[in-house]
């Protein structure tokens, strides 16, 4: 019996932990990461509760560490893909009219074991996973995925709360049904907290999900099934389906019950799944709903009244954490004239001491990008800068993949704002700098028309003239805009997090109105007396008056 109107716990961000020599914590983050790599994790499809081997194996291995082995991920087939929509379909009725509470205290149980036991496993999965430092770890993996679950919950409840007027004699109530179906969850490598955020956002309201995680991040993907399983999830509501996109992909497409696309992933993937979803459209139950977070060319712009160290510092935070492998990482940065000296002065003072290599060892700003692919997109792009007549190599420009795939930080400088680099999406530790000798109202001009994309941007200046008119001038040009401040590391209730054009729906992930995606909203009106006769006052004769 549910006679009671739940309040959840008021939502707070996860305090980050430093791992500073000699703290507690970074003890056990070590203990845990040998522990992992001393060990190798089998990582199975999970339909309908239960583990499927299906033969079809991958072997997992650092990106940073070629020579060792994390584990096997086994792909999902096609049988394994319709055997799950058929378990999700099934699982909805008693997941749909569960009480929102006990769906939500499922959720917050999971922040509470992710906060707590399940911490350095979640991180230690990530750094050897995905190449990522324990800061960058910590940030993702436990801090940003536990504000989720966190401000999930608080959001759906603050959501149910909006209801319409109700005039005498009648009450008018709106419902938030989850959508007619399931929905399909499709995640990135590179944010642990995205590819567990995809799948639950929708599964809080009452939605079931199919999730395929990138390949290269089943290893993490793996420990988020055991959390959710610690935290009470029942079968069926989320089925894990690790494997490549057309074996997953085509069969859930094809599927009349597609009910929704949550997705953070390359703007080429997203296009082919909508317009897959297009020329399916006559053969769906319902409108499948369509969230997508894609690509980015984030920007920096710096006005000749700038801190020149804020804005080197904004360069190397904002670009060459993790790798750049964020798509909110900056990689075009325009700097006016009169500041680029002093600017450059301390960004090779401050990449100087940047240090590439393993993630075992703490003192590494820098790791190894995610896989051969990527290392030798990247690459490419460097060695043509390197050859370049109008392109100077400020900083890095090396690489090497003997051991890992590692991409050294790499500042280019060009007097080309249209140079490839300058314009196209590299996903990695690339920063190109365009040095401008115009108006700042051109350069605004500039900015806003070279790139197809709308994600993240940030301006620096002292002057607040200038950033307001920034502001104003740059409104469509980044979903999520800094003033002075380096374009990344948006929290979970402070900065809704998603872009516009070519970056995506900007349905804000984070936010309520990104679980208002997942709801199929019903109208009710009840009236007490209602009436037994057909006419109204306006009927009546003029001579009646």
Not at 70 to 84: C, I, N, Q
Not at 202 to 220: D, E, I, R
Not at 484 to 496: I, M
Not at 520 to 532: G, M, Y
Request: net charge negative.
């Amino acid at each position: 019996m549910h006679n009671a109107i739940a309040t959840p716990p008021p939502p707070r961000n996860e305090p980050v932990r430093d791992y500073a020599p000699g703290s507690p914590e970074r003890a056990s983050l070590r203990e845990t990461l040998t522990a992992m790599r001393g060990e190798e994790m089998m990582v199975l499809p999970v339909v309908n509760g239960e583990r499927v081997e299906t033969g079809r194996t991958e072997t997992i291995r650092p990106p940073h560490d070629l020579g060792h082995t994390l584990g096997t991920f086994h792909k999902a087939r096609t049988e394994d893909v319709e055997r799950a929509i058929r378990g999700a379909l099934d699982a909805r009725h008693d997941w749909s009219r569960m009480d929102w509470s006990d769906r939500a205290a499922i959720f917050l149980k999971a922040a509470e074991l992710l906060a707590g036991p399940f911490r350095d496993r979640m991180n230690a999965a990530t750094m050897l996973g995905q190449s990522k430092n324990p800061y960058q770890a910590e940030i993702d993996a436990a801090c940003e995925m536990v504000d989720f679950f966190r401000f999930n919950v608080a959001f759906y409840r603050e959501m149910m709360e909006e209801q319409p007027q109700s005039p005498a004699g009648v009450w008018n109530r709106t419902e938030y049904r989850p959508l007619e179906g399931f929905v399909f969850a499709v995640s990135p490598f590179n944010f642990t907290s995205i590819a567990a955020n995809l799948p639950t956002a929708p599964a809080l309201l009452g939605n079931t999900v199919l999730w395929k995680p990138a390949p290269t991040q089943t290893y993490s993907a793996q420990v988020i099934v055991e959390l959710l399983q610690a935290a009470g999830l029942p079968p069926g509501v989320i089925q894990f389906l690790p494997g490549d996109g057309p074996d997953v992909g085509d069969p859930v497409l094809a599927s009349e019950h597609l009910a929704g696309l949550h997705f953070t992933g390359s703007t080429q993937t997203f296009n082919h799944l909508w317009r897959e979803i297009g020329n399916n459209l006559d053969h769906y139950n319902a409108y499948p709903r369509i969230v997508g977070e894609t690509g980015g060319k984030d920007f920096i712009v710096a006005h000749e009244s700038a801190d020149p160290e804020a804005v080197a510092t904004a360069i190397v935070r904002g670009s060459f954490e993790y790798q750049g492998q964020k798509c909110s990482a900056a990689s075009r940065i325009y700097v006016e004239e009169a500041l680029w000296p002093a600017v450059r002065e301390s960004l090779e003072a401050q990449l100087a001491e940047i240090t590439v290599g393993p993630v075992e060892d703490f003192s590494h700003f820098v790791n190894a990008v995610i896989d051969e692919k990527a290392y030798d997109k990247i690459t490419g792009y460097v060695d043509r800068a390197a050859q370049a007549d109008n392109v100077e190599v400020v900083h890095g420009g090396t690489h090497s993949k003997e051991d890992g795939y590692f991409v050294d930080p790499t500042v280019l400088l060009t007097d080309d704002p249209s140079y490839e680099t300058m314009e196209q999406e590299i996903f990695g530790p690339v920063a190109s700098v365009f040095v401008s000798d115009r108006s700042f109202d051109d350069l605004l001009d500039l900015v806003d028309s070279t790139s197809p994309y709308a994600l993240t941007g940030a301006v620096f200046a002292r002057d607040r003239a200038v950033l307001a008119h920034a502001t104003d001038r740059l409104a469509d040009a980044a979903g999520n805009f800094y003033l002075n401040d380096k374009p990344t590391g948006a929290v979970v209730g402070q900065q809704p997090f998603g872009g516009a054009r070519g970056s995506g729906t900007n349905d804000k992930a984070g936010s309520k109105l990104n679980l208002l995606r997942w709801a199929s909203l019903r109208s009710l009106k009840e009236t007490f007396v209602p009436a037994t006769h057909f006419t109204y006052p306006f009927l009546g004769s003029d001579d009646e008056a």
